[in-house]
């Protein structure tokens, strides 16, 4: 795969074209997706329907490549500064592109695994865990380091589904094991691994018999683990738990399997969004729980006959989730009579229970059809999987466009560009933007200094080695503010620092000599 220079002139255009404003569509009809040619890579086209800047960054075809796509709604595809972009293929391997123009850099060579992250500060690092060690991979220099290792297993891992804490402090995952004779998998235990003191944190030891087991993360902010056990039952061990760091049982509630992602509702709680099938009403309703207490707030409703992906990775954008609905083997054809509401489309809904929605565009996209009726016979990286970056403004999700829905060859990566169209921070948690405060000088040998022109900022400034490893942690809540960094090593030093939500406000480097 080459860079493409005409990609590149054709983005030009793009750029140009966010001078045109449109009005996002906020209602809940009905809205008929049409019929639409497939554009070609780099081509800027609007969404005929709602509006919006769309562009196809991939030709995967083109490149000989099972499909190109994002890794899963609940990953950030983004690096912590933006720059930087991760795509992956059907056989999971991992691509690296400019994340700001969208052209291809590199393959990653050798990252794979059910958990792959980019580091929530260190731009240039990628965390991944193939089975049982967890590695960072620094896509600058393609040096691989190992982290950890969780012996005693034989993998260890969130099962592709959680994520590390915002601060890249916690790791949560499940111990699983394999008895060569019989070949049976058995889930051991919970871990909560400490990355910035490299230790073991806690464990639980699971039942010797469960049920069913999908994924185990930790929330955002650290303070919680939450489990999915997969079916509908009350009891311990069943539907979502929902635990402390140290595994204190807080709740349970019986929620089956549904997806779902943890994010930060607009005050600054920790939450699981999550799509629940009611068998009496026969829709599915997308809902927020409180992972203090539980506490359920229905966000939406939408109808049975399709399935949907879930994204809280706007992490600066709190209180908004992304949804991309997709047609379920229940409805293997569609057409404009019974047209559903939401259907096949890449939509952002607010976290308040007021149904409050901004509709992004129809992802063109079909995984199940008469040709590929169930699946045995379809392609799962169709599904769109739409993902959003740190601060809502750009939203990217995989298609096939209905073309060839049977070969993986076919879906490839696209692109809505909002950021004309919405505000990314409100204006009350805007404390902390970039020219409201400095750290200087840089470099720096000793004292490093903290100027902010807010009163009172309140954050945490967490200072990271080159290989993105914890070194200290700053409290600030003066304007004006020394840090002493004489103990820390000299070189390279990336910083992070997060406002008193846990919403990570700026990342960036310092030198010291």
């Known amino acids: 795969?080459?860079?493409?220079?005409?990609?590149?002139?054709?983005?030009?255009?793009?750029?140009?074209?966010?001078?045109?404003?449109?009005?996002?569509?906020?209602?809940?009809?009905?809205?008929?997706?049409?019929?639409?040619?497939?554009?070609?890579?780099?081509?800027?086209?609007?969404?005929?329907?709602?509006?919006?800047?769309?562009?196809?960054?991939?030709?995967?075809?083109?490149?000989?490549?099972?499909?190109?796509?994002?890794d899963y709604s609940k990953r950030q595809a983004w690096n912590s500064n933006?720059?930087?972009?991760?795509?992956?293929?059907?056989?999971?391997?991992?691509?690296?592109?400019?994340?700001?123009?969208?052209?291809?850099?590199?393959?990653?060579?050798?990252?794979?695994?059910?958990?792959?992250?980019?580091?929530?500060?260190?731009?240039?690092?990628v965390l991944f865990n193939p089975d049982t060690v967890l590695f960072s991979y620094n896509v600058i220099t393609d040096e691989v380091r190992t982290v950890h290792t969780f012996n005693s297993y034989a993998w260890a891992n969130t099962r592709g589904e959680g994520n590390i804490s915002n601060d890249g402090r916690y790791y949560a995952v499940v111990g699983r094991t394999y008895d060569n004779v019989t070949g049976e998998v058995s889930f051991r235990?919970?871990?909560?691994?400490?990355?910035?003191?490299?230790r073991v944190a806690s464990t639980?030891?699971?039942?010797?018999?469960?049920?069913?087991?999908?994924?185990?993360?930790?929330?955002?902010?650290?303070?919680y683990v939450i489990v999915d056990y997969a079916d509908k039952e009350t009891g311990r061990y069943h539907g979502i738990e929902v635990y402390d760091r140290n595994f204190n049982f807080i709740w349970q509630k019986g929620l089956g399997?549904?997806?779902?992602?943890?994010?930060?509702?607009?005050?600054?709680?920790?939450?699981?969004?999550?799509?629940?099938?009611?068998?009496?009403s026969n829709l599915n309703y997308i809902n927020k729980y409180s992972l203090a207490n539980g506490t359920t707030t229905q966000l939406l409703s939408v109808a049975q006959p399709f399935d949907l992906h879930i994204s809280c990775r706007a992490m600066n954008r709190p209180g908004w989730v992304y949804i991309s609905t997709f047609d379920s083997e229940y409805r293997l054809t569609?057409?404009?009579?019974?047209?559903?509401?939401?259907?096949?489309?890449v939509f952002a809904l607010k976290m308040d229970g007021s149904g409050g929605v901004e509709r992004y565009a129809h992802h063109r996209s079909r995984e199940y059809s008469p040709a590929t009726p169930d699946r045995e016979t379809a392609v799962y990286f169709a599904e769109p999987h739409a993902t959003v970056d740190h601060s809502g403004r750009r939203v990217l999700f995989g298609s096939n466009w209905r073309i060839h829905i049977e070969e993986d060859y076919s879906i490839d990566a696209y692109l809505i560009d909002l950021t004309n169209l919405i505000t990314a921070i409100p204006e009350e948690k805007s404390d902390l933007i970039n020219d409201k405060y400095q750290l200087?000088?840089?470099?720096?040998?000793?004292?490093?200094?903290?100027?902010?022109?807010?009163?009172?900022p309140d954050c945490r400034i967490r200072l990271y080695n080159s290989l993105g490893m914890f070194l200290v942690e700053f409290i600030v809540d003066q304007e004006n503010t020394n840090l002493d960094i004489r103990g820390l090593p000299a070189g390279l030093i990336y910083y992070q620092i997060i406002d008193k939500n846990g919403i990570s406000r700026d990342s960036g480097k310092i030198i010291r000599r």
């Open 189 to 198: 235990d919970l871990i909560v691994y400490d990355i910035q003191e490299d």
């Open 204 to 223: 639980m030891a699971l039942p010797a018999v469960l049920a069913d087991f999908d994924w185990v993360s930790i929330s955002p902010l650290g303070n």
């Open 257 to 280: 399997a549904g997806h779902s992602d943890l994010g930060l509702d607009a005050s600054g709680e920790e939450v699981l969004i999550m799509d629940i099938y009611d068998d009496d």
């Open 1 to 70: 795969m080459k860079a493409n220079k005409r990609f590149f002139l054709m983005f030009l255009g793009f750029l140009a074209f966010q001078s045109m404003v449109a009005q996002l569509v906020t209602h809940h009809n009905a809205v008929y997706q049409g019929d639409l040619a497939q554009p070609l890579p780099g081509i800027l086209f609007t969404d005929p329907n709602f509006h919006t800047p769309v562009v196809r960054l991939t030709d995967a075809r083109t490149s000989g490549i099972h499909g190109l796509f994002p």
């Open 440 to 456: 200087f000088p840089n470099p720096v040998s000793d004292q490093l200094f903290f100027s902010s022109k807010v009163a009172a």
């Open 82 to 125: 933006e720059t930087l972009m991760l795509l992956r293929s059907g056989w999971s391997d991992a691509y690296l592109y400019n994340g700001q123009n969208y052209q291809f850099i590199k393959a990653l060579e050798g990252v794979a695994g059910d958990d792959v992250f980019w580091h929530p500060s260190n731009p240039e690092l």
């Open 334 to 345: 569609d057409g404009l009579e019974g047209w559903l509401p939401f259907e096949d489309e």
